[in-house]
């Protein structure tokens, strides 16, 4: 994987919106991280502004891919690039909609704990494989880092979606649920901010 294939900043506002948004969040939320690791995440949530990086165009209309099919392409790649690109993806496009579309996911068959569990898997999976690689040092800590900390960059995420209305986490149920799935630091807070205090008497349902 070359400089090349990450994904590119936006404009200088979008860019610069997203910097801003990004830093408080992890400031407020005491979540530690390098500076490579800011500066992709960043350029991920750039990105994703184009809805073509993140929806197939089906005979129905644009889709969001399941990310089953992200990781057949991962282990069905031809050649080690394009499992590491396949891998990116999945891990780009799980930490994206787990972050700032959380509440939509109780639509799915699938929930969130589900979308940190594979984001968490790619991206460990390309830091291992990247890690092994002399001309690509030093993407082997970044994914390695994104990977470690995957469901707490979730609840980052999730403080910038409230923050620019990107998502939808206004349901008090599924607040409540997304909490008992993950231990989510964000939705206890908000929870708390709405006069409710989670309890974990409480067992969510499984749907995967």
Do not use: C
């Not at 129905?60 to 990310?67: A, H, I, N, V």
């Not at 409230?162 to 964000?186: F, I």
Request: hydrophobic share 40%; no cysteine.
């Amino acid at each position: 994987m070359s400089a090349t294939t990450l994904p590119l900043i936006m404009s200088a506002t979008v860019h610069d919106y997203f910097r801003d948004q990004l830093s408080t969040s992890l400031h407020r939320q005491k979540v530690d991280v390098d500076e490579s690791t800011q500066a992709y995440l960043i350029n991920l949530l750039g990105a994703f502004t184009d809805p073509r990086q993140l929806f197939v165009e089906t005979p129905e209309g644009l889709e969001l891919r399941p990310l089953a099919f992200h990781y057949a392409d991962a282990v069905n790649a031809p050649t080690l690039e394009r499992r590491n690109l396949a891998l990116k993806k999945l891990g780009d496009v799980a930490l994206f909609i787990s972050g700032l579309f959380a509440g939509s996911l109780n639509r799915k068959l699938v929930d969130i704990d589900y979308y940190i569990a594979m984001g968490g898997m790619a991206y460990r999976d390309l830091h291992d494989l990247l890690q092994m690689r002399f001309d690509a040092p030093d993407y082997g800590p970044l994914f390695g880092e994104l990977a470690e900390k995957f469901a707490r960059l979730v609840d980052v995420l999730a403080e910038v979606s409230d923050a620019s209305n990107l998502g939808s986490h206004h349901d008090v149920l599924r607040l409540y649920e997304v909490w008992l799935r993950t231990g989510s630091e964000h939705a206890r807070r908000r929870l708390h901010r709405l006069g409710i205090v989670p309890s974990t008497n409480v067992t969510s349902r499984t749907r995967h």
